[in-house]
Nanobody, 125 residues
Framework: QVQLVESGGRLVQAGGSLSLSCVCS????????MGWFRQAPGKEREFVAA????????YYADSVKGRFTISRDNAKNTVSLQMNSLKSEDTAVYYC??????????????????WGQGTQVTVSS
């Protein structure tokens, strides 16, 4: 079993920056592909970013490309999401997810086996 715990969410002004972290425990972290998803009130969950088992393979939603950066530290069992130039539309609960294998696409939530509880990010305009 894998446990994922997110942290770092808070209230931030538009244009500001925020860094989210997700700590993984229970299994060998480096074996997992990792992703960040988000869900805003009244909306469906959407893909934000993902990183492969090999850290140089990263994927981003068009809406965050150039503003967000995903990274992982396999020695610390941690995946991070650096968010810059935040906009009000980035307001959501952000979830960390882990996949033992990606069958099709990194941006598909069903590919992920484990999910964290989420951390709230609120961007005020």
């Amino acid at each position: 079993q894998v446990q994922l715990v997110e942290s770092g969410g808070r209230l931030v002004q538009a244009g500001g920056s925020l860094s989210l972290s997700c700590v993984c425990s229970g299994r060998t972290f480096s074996n997992y592909h990792m992703g960040w998803f988000r869900q805003a009130p009244g909306k469906e969950r959407e893909f934000v970013a993902a990183i492969g088992q090999i850290p140089d393979k990263t994927y981003y939603a068009d809406s965050v490309k150039g503003r967000f950066t995903i990274s992982r530290d396999n020695a610390k069992n941690t995946v991070s999401l650096q968010m810059n130039s935040l906009k009000s539309e980035d307001t959501a609960v952000y979830y960390c997810a882990a996949a033992s294998y990606i069958w099709s696409e990194y941006n598909v939530g069903a590919e992920y086996d484990y999910w964290g509880q989420g951390t709230q990010v609120t961007v005020s305009s």
